[in-house]
């Protein structure tokens, strides 16, 4: 009778002894993680760097600017009145193409918050309390208006599917700092007040880029990682064991054709292996103070943006460099004012704690904080909504590398279009890779013979002015 597992532990053993002395003398040479993702391709950046590490808090579906950052006292007493044309006409709307377009006032009013004197809705009060370490942008604009392409635009540079998020791409240029975690991490939560629009893993991938540079979705309740688990009876020394043989033949197959998805394999197993023992750390709350809880508004693990929050924190901690949070709320076609009442109970209090306790463990000054959407909504009336929106919409950038309680850029008195200082997605990537020590228009990749950046080849500029 044939016996399955025998012939397969024969054919490991016997296959890992017959690589050969020239392999094997190849295998003990290179670099044991097979082009460590510990080294990016920059080896020495274009500037001084002042950020280290990125947590973008993403606002899925579309926060309206008119019910958040962007005060608009002449949209209020114009409520209900037509849209002036010289601003609307032949311009591109979502749903309300062809309808009579009527003013919709800020369903809330505006508070001045800190020294600075921000201007932010009263529905976030606990972000108002940080506003001095704040700088809004005020004059976003983009070029897509349905949510895929424009998710895809601000994490890619580009609509078009297929390109490297801004994450993956900086794992590229800097490489990770962690060992044990990978460099990029996922954390999406649900919240009640909006419509949920899905999310495709594909606005964290690493496009052309070899894999081992995309994001990892960890799950926001019960196991943070599917699969992670070692196999019930299987010890530590045999899945060492295991991970060593099926890594010796990877290479040996590497060396003949040079596959760079096989080191990207090969990276993959001894990140799972060694992630066993980290990830279950990372998880372990019992040493988080109840203080610390209680200001984030969560006990951890329930799934919610505040446990979320409080997870970016310890990701950071353990030297990801790239944390995403998606926060898929914000989508309020109708019934803005009792969406936004939900919405903003989700995301004040966690966003401000994150802040507070970043500074407090000596962390904010070297990480750049981005809290915003992929656009905007309508200064115009979609029954008790607002549509989809590209003109203007708000962006808040917090950390040490931007000058707290700074407003940069205006939309026009109605909040329609980006009026002073317009920022496009693209500027936003530019300032990013600056703040990075990173030249946009030096780092690129080359694939299928075009030089690709994340920049794109459309013109970019560093928003130097946001700069502390």
Same mark, same amino acid.
């Given at each position: 009778?044939?016996?399955?597992?025998?012939?397969?532990?024969?054919?490991?053993?016997?296959?890992?002894?017959?690589?050969?002395?020239?392999?094997?003398?190849?295998?003990?040479?290179?670099?044991?993680?097979?082009?460590?993702?510990?080294?990016?391709?920059?080896?020495? &950046?274009?500037?001084?760097?002042?950020?280290?590490?990125?947590?973008?808090?993403?606002?899925?579906?579309? !926060?309206?600017?008119?019910?958040?950052?962007?005060?608009?006292?002449?949209?209020?007493?114009?409520?209900?009145? !037509?849209?002036?044309?010289?601003?609307?006409?032949?311009?591109?709307?979502?749903?309300?193409?062809?309808?009579?377009?009527?003013?919709?006032?800020?369903?809330?009013?505006?508070?001045?918050?800190?020294?600075?004197?921000?201007?932010?809705?009263?529905?976030?009060?606990?972000?108002?309390?940080?506003?001095?370490?704040? $700088?809004?942008?005020?004059?976003?604009?983009?070029?897509?208006?349905?949510?895929?392409?424009?998710?895809?635009?601000?994490?890619?540079?580009?609509?078009?599917?297929?390109? &490297?998020?801004?994450?993956?791409?900086?794992?590229?240029?800097?490489?990770?700092? $962690?060992?044990?975690?990978?460099?990029?991490?996922?954390?999406?939560?649900?919240?009640?007040?909006?419509?949920?629009?899905?999310?495709?893993?594909?606005?964290?991938?690493?496009?052309?880029? !070899?894999?081992?540079?995309?994001?990892?979705?960890?799950?926001?309740?019960?196991? !943070?990682?599917?699969?992670?688990?070692?196999?019930?009876?299987?010890?530590?020394?045999?899945?060492?064991?295991?991970?060593?043989?099926?890594?010796?033949?990877?290479?040996?197959?590497?060396?003949?054709?040079?596959?760079?998805?096989?080191?990207?394999?090969?990276?993959?197993?001894?990140?799972?292996?060694?992630?066993?023992?980290?990830? &279950?750390?990372?998880?372990?709350?019992?040493?988080?103070?109840?203080?610390?809880?209680?200001?984030?508004?969560?006990?951890?693990?329930?799934?919610?943006?505040?446990?979320? $929050?409080?997870?970016?924190?310890?990701?950071?901690?353990?030297?990801?460099?790239?944390?995403?949070?998606?926060?898929?709320?914000?989508?309020?076609?109708?019934?803005?004012?009792?969406?936004?009442?939900?919405?903003?109970?989700?995301?004040?209090?966690?966003?401000?704690?994150?802040?507070?306790?970043?500074?407090?463990?000596?962390?904010?000054?070297?990480?750049?904080?981005?809290?915003?959407?992929?656009?905007?909504?309508?200064?115009?009336?979609?029954?008790?909504?607002?549509?989809?929106?590209?003109?203007?919409?708000?962006?808040?950038?917090?950390?040490?590398?931007?000058?707290?309680?700074?407003?940069?850029?205006?939309?026009?008195?109605?909040?329609?279009?980006?009026?002073?200082?317009?920022?496009?997605?693209?500027?936003?990537?530019?300032?990013?890779?600056?703040?990075?020590?990173?030249?946009?228009?030096?780092?690129?990749?080359?694939?299928?013979?075009?030089?690709?950046?994340?920049?794109?080849?459309?013109?970019?500029?560093?928003?130097?002015?946001?700069?502390?």
């Amino acid at each position: 009778m044939f016996d399955f597992y025998s012939s397969r532990r024969s054919f490991l053993r016997q296959s890992a002894l017959g690589i050969g002395p020239a392999a094997l003398l190849s295998l003990l040479s290179r670099d044991a993680s097979a082009n460590d993702l510990g080294q990016g391709v920059i080896s020495k &950046p274009h500037f001084k760097p002042r950020v280290k590490r990125v947590i973008h808090l993403c606002m899925a579906g579309g !926060p309206s600017h008119l019910e958040t950052f962007d005060d608009k006292p002449t949209l209020r007493e114009m409520h209900g009145k !037509p849209m002036p044309e010289s601003l609307t006409k032949g311009q591109q709307v979502a749903q309300l193409q062809g309808r009579e377009l009527k003013c919709f006032a800020p369903q809330f009013d505006f508070t001045s918050f800190g020294e600075s004197g921000q201007r932010i809705c009263s529905q976030f009060p606990n972000i108002g309390s940080v506003a001095d370490d704040l $700088c809004i942008i005020r004059s976003m604009y983009t070029d897509q208006i349905n949510h895929d392409p424009a998710h895809t635009l601000f994490n890619t540079g580009s609509s078009q599917a297929g390109r &490297p998020s801004m994450g993956s791409w900086l794992l590229y240029g800097l490489g990770q700092e $962690c060992d044990n975690l990978p460099g990029y991490v996922v954390l999406t939560s649900v919240g009640k007040g909006g419509q949920a629009q899905p999310i495709a893993a594909r606005q964290w991938h690493s496009g052309f880029l !070899p894999s081992r540079f995309q994001g990892v979705q960890f799950q926001a309740t019960g196991a !943070p990682v599917l699969y992670l688990n070692r196999p019930e009876g299987v010890s530590m020394q045999q899945q060492r064991r295991l991970v060593d043989t099926v890594n010796q033949l990877n290479r040996g197959f590497d060396d003949l054709v040079h596959d760079p998805e096989i080191a990207t394999r090969i990276g993959q197993y001894e990140m799972a292996f060694r992630m066993q023992t980290s990830v &279950p750390g990372l998880m372990d709350l019992k040493n988080e103070s109840k203080e610390t809880m209680a200001a984030y508004g969560t006990e951890g693990g329930d799934g919610t943006y505040a446990s979320n $929050c409080l997870l970016a924190r310890r990701l950071l901690e353990r030297g990801v460099r790239f944390v995403q949070l998606y926060h898929r709320a914000w989508d309020h076609h109708g019934g803005i004012k009792r969406s936004i009442e939900i919405t903003a109970k989700e995301v004040d209090q966690a966003t401000a704690a994150l802040i507070k306790d970043l500074k407090q463990r000596g962390l904010y000054d070297d990480t750049l904080i981005v809290f915003g959407g992929e656009f905007g909504r309508t200064p115009m009336a979609q029954g008790t909504g607002r549509d989809h929106h590209i003109k203007g919409f708000s962006m808040v950038l917090g950390g040490g590398a931007v000058q707290g309680g700074k407003s940069y850029g205006t939309t026009d008195d109605f909040g329609y279009a980006a009026a002073e200082n317009p920022v496009h997605v693209r500027d936003f990537h530019a300032t990013l890779l600056h703040l990075f020590g990173i030249d946009h228009k030096r780092f690129s990749y080359k694939f299928q013979g075009l030089d690709f950046r994340l920049t794109g080849v459309e013109e970019a500029h560093v928003v130097k002015e946001i700069i502390a």
